[in-house]
Structures are given as structure tokens and as C-alpha cells.
């Protein structure tokens, strides 16, 4: 019985080895994400960081501040969620689709 408790065990270490190793590559890649039809894009690291935002000069009005602020939010919003998917779907193939708690 302790030698398949030390096969588990084993097992347990690689997987969480490999999960570190691909949590440190996903901190590296990048999604973009964009709102109003391209006029603003983000661009959100695996870390769930905005990285870059671009703001096209035909949103940007004075008079409608809000409109710019909504699109802003739009593309960031979208970024992370890219950034949450990709990173989920990377580790699922780590884990073999196990949820692991505290993971994502």
C-alpha cells in the first residue's frame, strides 16, 4: 500500500511541476481583444495584466467621454476573459480535464 501511496505521490509532484512550468509560459503569452469594431484594443497577458491599450483617434470625443470609457471597458473585459480561457484550456491539458481547486 505505501508503494502505490509513493507512486501517487510521484505522480501528484510531476503534475504540479508541469503546472508551474506551464503557468510560467501562460505569463509570457499574450491575447488581444478589441471594442466598437477595432476602435479600441487590449491587449492582456497570461497573468491577466493589461499590457497595451490603442485608441483609435475617431472615438475620441470630447463630448462623448462615455461612449470612449464603455469601449475601454469592453476590450479589456473581453482581453481577460480571453486570458482566463486560454489559461484554462492550457492547464486542462496538464490536469487530464481534473478541476483542481484554486487553479482558475
Known amino acids: 500500500m505505501s508503494q502505490n501511496f509513493g507512486k501517487l505521490m510521484k505522480q501528484a509532484q510531476q503534475m504540479q511541476a508541469k503546472m ?3 503557468q510560467e509560459e501562460l505569463e509570457k503569452r ?4 478589441s471594442s466598437g469594431g477595432g476602435m ?3 491587449v492582456v497577458n497570461g497573468k491577466f495584466e493589461l499590457e ?6 475617431d472615438v475620441v470625443s470630447p463630448d462623448d467621454v462615455e ?3 464603455d469601449l475601454v471597458i469592453a476590450a479589456v ?3 481577460i476573459r480571453k486570458a482566463q480561457e486560454m489559461t484554462r484550456e492550457e492547464m486542462a491539458k ?3 480535464g ?3 481547486p484554486g487553479l482558475m
Not at 497595451?52 to 483617434?57: A, C, H, Q, T, W
Request: zero cysteines.
Open 94 to 96: 496538464v490536469t487530464g
Open 30 to 33: 499574450t491575447v488581444e481583444a
Open 98 to 100: 481534473m478541476n483542481i
Open 40 to 42: 479600441v484594443t487590449a
Open 52 to 57: 497595451s491599450l490603442k485608441i483609435e483617434r
Open 67 to 69: 461612449m470612449l470609457q
Open 20 to 22: 508551474l512550468e506551464m
Open 77 to 79: 473585459n473581453e482581453g
